[in-house]
Nanobody, 123 residues
Framework: QVQLVESGGGSVQPGGSLVLSCAAS????????MGWFRQAPGKEREFVATMSRYRNTFYADSVKGRFTISRDNSKNTVYLQMNSLKPDDTAVYYC?????????????????WGQGTQVTVSS
């Protein structure tokens, strides 16, 4: 069983930056593919970014070039650096862990989910 706890959300003006963190429990963090998803008000949850154990990455087109996913296996933590934030980025952001060996954007491939952290981009 893996427990995931997100942090780092908050309110920021358009064009600003935030770094989300997701701390994972358990000794096998390095073997998981990790992902970030988000859910905006009134919308379905959508894929944002993923990183495999081999540090391969994949991003949603809407965040490519602005967001960066990274991981520190020594700290059992995955990060999401978010730059040039837009009002459309406003959402609850979720961290997830998958037993899949390689990157995946499919929500059903993720076995464990955090509770989410709110990001609000507004002037």
């Amino acid at each position: 069983q893996v427990q995931l706890v997100e942090s780092g959300g908050g309110s920021v003006q358009p064009g600003g930056s935030l770094v989300l963190s997701c701390a994972a429990s358990g000794p096998t963090f390095s073997s998981y593919t990790m992902g970030w998803f988000r859910q905006a008000p009134g919308k379905e949850r959508e894929f944002v970014a993923t990183m495999s154990r081999y540090r391969n990455t994949f991003y949603a087109d809407s965040v490519k070039g602005r967001f960066t996913i990274s991981r520190d296996n020594s700290k059992n933590t995955v990060y999401l650096q978010m730059n040039s934030l837009k009002p459309d980025d406003t959402a609850v952001y979720y961290c997830a862990a998958s037993n899949r060996v390689e990157i995946t954007a499919a929500q059903e491939s993720y076995n464990y989910w955090g509770q989410g952290t709110q990001v609000t981009v507004s002037s």
